[in-house]
């Protein structure tokens, strides 16, 4: 017994070491700054390997690699979309469930990178729709996602309390004064989500954060340096 538990603490120590020290930033975060550092991470911890939404036939709507977006200008080099494995394993499961009622999902942003994080801050200041460069995003953490409904026949979105990036009080979930249809969509939405590990965002209907986030380290890795 005790040669195993000697066996366990050496696999940790080893697991530990090869997890590279990052520097804080400055507001004491720790944040990936590259692709070397977030690979040797993944070495240490597979579960942290950012999956390409793409490559799981997830349809995608990145409005921040175009200028259609809230700050009017482009963020993303690329349209990609990426999230950890697990938060990855678990938007199959919810896209593989609304299936069976003709619905799908289509996701307008998931990893974003710290560097972007920072830039919406200054516009916007406010908490309910942007996080704050002092405390990160679970964006930057690659374990949230935006996305909405979509009819899988026609690819045509559902109808929403609000467009995506609608910084209102009707994007909230508490908001009710909506059509029952929309309030059916949402509803919906929530419903699969949750029961998928998703977290709603309260003052967002779109966006959802998945169980664990704490887990993953902040990044600033650009999306076109992924592979």
Known sequence: MKRAINFVLLVFALACASAPAIPPNQYGL???PDLATYERLVR???DKQLIDLES???PLDVRYATADNFMKKQLYPVAKAYLRAPAARALVEVQRELAQR???IKVFDA?????VTVAMWEPI???DYVADPAKGSRH???AAVD????DLETGKEASMPTPYDDFTPRAAHAFQELPAEVLANRAILREVMTKHGFVPFESEWWHYDFKGWERFELMDIALDELP
Request: glycine content about 12%.
């Open 140 to 142: 930057n953490r690659g």
């Open 44 to 46: 240490a911890e597979p």
């Open 111 to 115: 990893y974003r990178p710290y560097r």
């Open 125 to 127: 200041r406010n908490t």
């Open 102 to 104: 003709g619905i799908g």
């Open 56 to 58: 799981l036939r997830i």
């Open 147 to 150: 996305l909405t409904l979509i």
């Open 30 to 32: 720790a944040v990936v």
